[in-house]
């Protein structure tokens, strides 16, 4: 039975999105980059880009973005959410795994 994973990614660690991709495809797995993660959301970091590739959602901190001036690094391909709309994913998965 396929389940909705959140993985909440706040530090320069890439090793939660490596985690996360090794989900099975069943699962809707959900990648937040937060805080000082956020600089994985560049248009050339490889390992998100596999992770976007494998169907996993990727989404950022759009407050974390502009405080870090990394606007128009951000792939295209990542959603930006402000922080009112974590706390609806947060309600909106089956479990959240912290990194």
Avoid: P
Wanted: negative net charge.
């Amino acid at each position: 039975m396929a389940k909705k994973v959140l993985y909440f990614i706040s530090s320069q660690d890439i090793t939660g999105v490596e985690t996360a991709m090794e989900h099975s495809i069943e699962d809707e797995v959900t990648i937040l980059l937060l805080q000082n993660a956020v600089y994985f959301a560049n248009k050339f970091n490889n390992t998100v880009s596999q992770a976007i590739n494998q169907n996993k959602i990727v989404i950022a901190c759009k407050e974390d973005i502009m405080k870090r001036g990394l606007v128009k690094f951000i792939s295209d391909k990542i959603k930006l959410v402000t922080t009112d709309e974590v706390v609806d994913l947060i309600f909106e998965n089956d479990s959240i795994l912290n990194f």
